[in-house]
Each structure stands twice: as structure tokens, then as C-alpha cells.
């Protein structure tokens, strides 16, 4: 029976929510009485309305505010190999450039809709009526308390560069769960805000939303698929043992994040790869590998916090990518920095940069490892640093990702139509690997050659300068 739940219980509503489960919305109420509604956000309001039977509102407080819930409707994909995949972050609400300056976490309008929600996951196709989507899984989610420490420190770093009136340089990169994502329409104009003196930004920026990042959610979807039901709630006990962690709740509560594991990295200064091996009881190997083996040691603490730090709770969340650089004796890169391979399938079917693979790879957060040769070829440990791509090496990304796209529409999938290193324009195209011959399917019929995302030499040289 419809609307049939207590309004003051996160269970009753768990509960009543599995009635969408292996459904349709259309075919868990009746058919033909949901209005047809535009925009990307229908799904959601449509279940509000016509599923929990409350009216669709942009009241700060949670959607069910007597238990102190929020409903979160959020797709799925399903990916070549049958699997079910996390298709976009979750967004949590519009972020306020001049009324959220003044506000602690604790006070935000994100921890209010976020800490406990109500997640319904369901499958997306592609030109298939909204209504016709099919549910899969109900997730009463309350974010854990040390997660919660990660995100009042997201927060907090978003909130400081508002009142900096740096809201235009805001990106994905530079915060670990909690994001500032874009959020509005094609064509929307930016926004001016005021600052804490009063005076107005000199900048105007684009209108973003605060998310749990792609990562996260994907976390979230694998603890209901790892519990076994279609409609579950974590619990403390359940979150704390998903997996190795790296960092303590009560070292968050003196630190933040980032410090926490650079500082770990600090004793280890100066000393040459061998020393490092010796040390740390770090396995040897002659692989390209070998760098990254010593600074998991360092992570991980010498695997008293797990054995693979790719692995580790924090890691897995945060999607935070690992590279190791080595440098020379007058400090160039031994090598470019490569990526993954391009999807020539996918990077057609991509519209807008903003929503494209190439862009989360590069709006992503990076801790850099740096390796560097003393005047005898001795590699010793030199730094490590987290780093974000700044707006404006974006706005180049952009240009080369569409240079991607426009060429394998054209059938040019050949070196001679990409960025090469010698155009000095921080990216190029080449392939990856030993087995330069490897091929792939090609959209345009046939196969061809696989290509990759690389950052170029020079560009590296120049990251690793501007963390000095």
C-alpha cells in the first residue's frame, strides 16, 4: 500500500522502500499517472512525489527531516562484462558562495542532507522513460565519524578558497570524499559572490555542487552488493572492518589527511634507494615498479596498515592516484608520465568536457613521489607532495581531449593527428607498453592501434618545480 511508513523512523522508511526493488517506478505505483518531467534530476523528484508521497521542495533540512534522513536517487551502469558500476558522483546540494562562508561544517547544509541518507540505486539506459527504469538496490547509508573528519576537512578547504575569492580555481583535485562539482546548465553564466570584507569577487565562477565522489559511491555500492541483500544499512562495525585503513580517527582529529601521510614520508629524506630497500625490509626488483614498492612500505607503514596501499579504505574512497617520478641530476623526468588507454568508443559519444572520462582522470587528486639522482647516480628520495591540475593546465586538457575526439571521428587514429611531445603543449598521444602493435576495436569499423594519455616531460619537470 502505498505511503504506507512511519515518517519518524529511518527503518519503517528503509522498509517500505524495498517495494521499488526489481521494479519499475511505474510498475511499483501504477502506470500512466507520472507526469512526464525534464531535466536530470526527474527520476528522483518523481519517486519523492509520487512513490514516498511528499512534495518536491529545496528546503535545506533533509527529505524526511522527522528521522532525520535524506533521499539520494542515483544510477547505475552496466558495464560490457555484465557488472554493475557507479555511473556519476552523488550530488548533495548546491554549494552557497556567500552563505556558506560563514558556516561550520557541522552547520552546512551538506552535513544536514548527507550524514544519513536513504540511497536508491537504480540502472540507467539510454532513451528509455524514466519511470521504465529498473530499481536495484536500497542503501541506508550514516556516513562513518572518521569519514566525516576527511569530509569537515574537504569542506573547510572549499569554504577557504570561496572566501579567498579563488571559487573560479575550485576543482575536484583538491579535496579527498567531499567534491565541488560543476552543476547547471549548458550556457549558464558564472556567479559573482561577495567576500568577507564585503567587497566583491574579482572573478566570477561557475555554479558547483558539493558530491560524494565517484569513488566513494563505489565503495557504497559494493558494500550492498558484499552484504547480500537489495536492501541494507551499514553500521559502524560493518564500515570499520571493509578494509585495511591507513589513518586513525583520533590522528584526523590533530591532522588533516594530507599531512598525516607526507609527514610519514619526512624521516625517510636523502636516503638512496638501497638504504630505503634495507630500512624499510622492502622487497627488490629490477621493474619499473620498484620505486613504488618503497613508498607503499613508507604508507603503510611497513604493512602494519595493510599490505597494498591502492587498497587501503582511504584510497579506495578517494580514488587518490599514486605515481612515482624519477628524476635525473638536472632534474628532468627519466620518463613521460603515461594513463590509461583511450576509449575510442566512449570519447565519441562524449559531449561535454566537463562530463568526460579524460576530465576525471585529470581533475583527480595525485600524491607524487619523487626519486632524483645525486651527482654520483646515486636515486634517493627527494619529496612527495599532492597535487591538483590548476584551471588553467584544464583549459589546455580540453583542447587536447577534443583533438582526441575529432580525430577518431574522422577515422585519423594515426600519430600524425595527435598531440605530439615535441608540440610542447604538456600533453601527447602514444602507445603505452612494450607491444606498441597492440590493437582494439575501432568505431568506425576495423580495428586500430591503441593509444594512451600521456603528460610530456617538460610538464612534469615543471609540477615537480612548483611543489618546491
Given at each position: 500500500m502505498l505511503y504506507n511508513y512511519d515518517r519518524t523512523s529511518k527503518w519503517s522508511i528503509l522498509e517500505y522502500s524495498k517495494l521499488l526493488l526489481g521494479k519499475t517506478l511505474e510498475e511499483a505505483i501504477a502506470p500512466n499517472v507520472i507526469e512526464a518531467r525534464k531535466g536530470k534530476g526527474r527520476l528522483g523528484q518523481l519517486v519523492e512525489e509520487y512513490f514516498f508521497g511528499y512534495d518536491v521542495n529545496s528546503n535545506p533540512d533533509a527529505d524526511f527531516s522527522d528521522a532525520g534522513l535524506e533521499l539520494k536517487v542515483t544510477p547505475l551502469k552496466?558495464?560490457?562484462?555484465?557488472?554493475?558500476?557507479?555511473?556519476?558522483?552523488?550530488?548533495?546540494?548546491?554549494?552557497?558562495?556567500?552563505?556558506d562562508q560563514s558556516k561550520a561544517f557541522e552547520e552546512s547544509h551538506v552535513y544536514l542532507k548527507?550524514?544519513?541518507?536513504?540511497?536508491?540505486?537504480?540502472?540507467?539506459?539510454?532513451?528509455?522513460?524514466?519511470?521504465?527504469?529498473?530499481?536495484?538496490?536500497?542503501v541506508l547509508w550514516q556516513i562513518p565519524e572518521k569519514d566525516l573528519l576527511i569530509m569537515k576537512q574537504d569542506y573547510e578547504k572549499i569554504i577557504a578558497k570561496i572566501r579567498a575569492g579563488k571559487a573560479h580555481e575550485l576543482s575536484?583535485?583538491?579535496?579527498?570524499?567531499?567534491?565541488?562539482?560543476?552543476?547547471g546548465q549548458k550556457g549558464d553564466t558564472d556567479v559573482y559572490y561577495n567576500l568577507p570584507d564585503g567587497t566583491r569577487a574579482?572573478?566570477?565562477?561557475?555554479?558547483?555542487?558539493?558530491?560524494l565522489k565517484t569513488q566513494y559511491m563505489r565503495t557504497i555500492l559494493e558494500f550492498a552488493k558484499k552484504t547480500g541483500g537489495q536492501g541494507t544499512y551499514n553500521t559502524s562495525a560493518l564500515v570499520h572492518g571493509y578494509g585495511p585503513h591507513l589513518i586513525e580517527e583520533s590522528e584526523l582529529r590533530v591532522k588533516s589527511f594530507e599531512d598525516i601521510l607526507l609527514d610519514r614520508f619526512k624521516p625517510y629524506y636523502g636516503m638512496s634507494y638501497d638504504e630505503l630497500v634495507k630500512e624499510l625490509h622492502a622487497p627488490t626488483t629490477g621493474a619499473k615498479s620498484k620505486y613504488f614498492l618503497v613508498a607503499n612500505e613508507i604508507l603503510t607503514e611497513s604493512h602494519t596498515r595493510g599490505d597494498d596501499?591502492?587498497?587501503?579504505?582511504?584510497?579506495?574512497?578517494?580514488?587518490i592516484v599514486i605515481k612515482t617520478i624519477r628524476l635525473n641530476k638536472n632534474g628532468r623526468p627519466a620518463e613521460a608520465m603515461s594513463f590509461e588507454n583511450i576509449n575510442y568508443f566512449d570519447i565519441l559519444q562524449e559531449d561535454d568536457w566537463f562530463e568526460s572520462r579524460l576530465y576525471d582522470i585529470f581533475t583527480g587528486r595525485f600524491l607524487f613521489i619523487v626519486f632524483q639522482e645525486d651527482e654520483n647516480d646515486v636515486v634517493r628520495l627527494k619529496k612527495a607532495f599532492f597535487w591538483t591540475m590548476p584551471v588553467k593546465d584544464l583549459d589546455e586538457a580540453a583542447a587536447y581531449w577534443l583533438n582526441i575526439k575529432n580525430a577518431v571521428k574522422a577515422d585519423h587514429i594515426?600519430?600524425?593527428?595527435?598531440?605530439?611531445?615535441?608540440?610542447?603543449?604538456?600533453?601527447?598521444?602514444?602507445?603505452?607498453?612494450?607491444?606498441?602493435?597492440?590493437?582494439?576495436?575501432?568505431p568506425n569499423g576495423g580495428t586500430a592501434?591503441?593509444?594512451?594519455?600521456?603528460?610530456?616531460?617538460?610538464?612534469?619537470?615543471?609540477?615537480?618545480?612548483?611543489?618546491?
Open positions: 552496466e558495464l560490457k562484462n555484465k557488472v554493475l558500476a557507479i555511473k556519476e558522483r552523488l550530488v548533495c546540494t548546491m554549494i552557497d558562495y556567500d552563505a548527507c550524514a544519513y541518507m536513504l540511497i536508491l540505486f537504480y540502472l540507467h539506459e539510454a532513451d528509455v522513460p524514466v519511470q521504465q527504469l529498473l530499481f536495484i538496490y536500497a575536484e583535485g583538491d579535496t579527498t570524499y567531499l567534491g565541488a562539482c560543476r552543476k574579482a572573478i566570477p565562477a561557475p555554479k558547483r555542487a558539493f558530491s596501499v591502492t587498497k587501503a579504505d582511504e584510497f579506495v574512497k578517494s580514488g594515426a600519430p600524425e593527428y595527435f598531440y605530439r611531445e615535441s608540440d610542447h603543449k604538456k600533453f601527447h598521444v602514444r602507445p603505452k607498453g612494450k607491444n606498441a602493435a597492440d590493437v582494439t576495436a575501432n592501434k591503441k593509444y594512451c594519455y600521456w603528460f610530456n616531460h617538460d610538464y612534469i619537470k615543471a609540477i615537480v618545480e612548483g611543489a618546491e
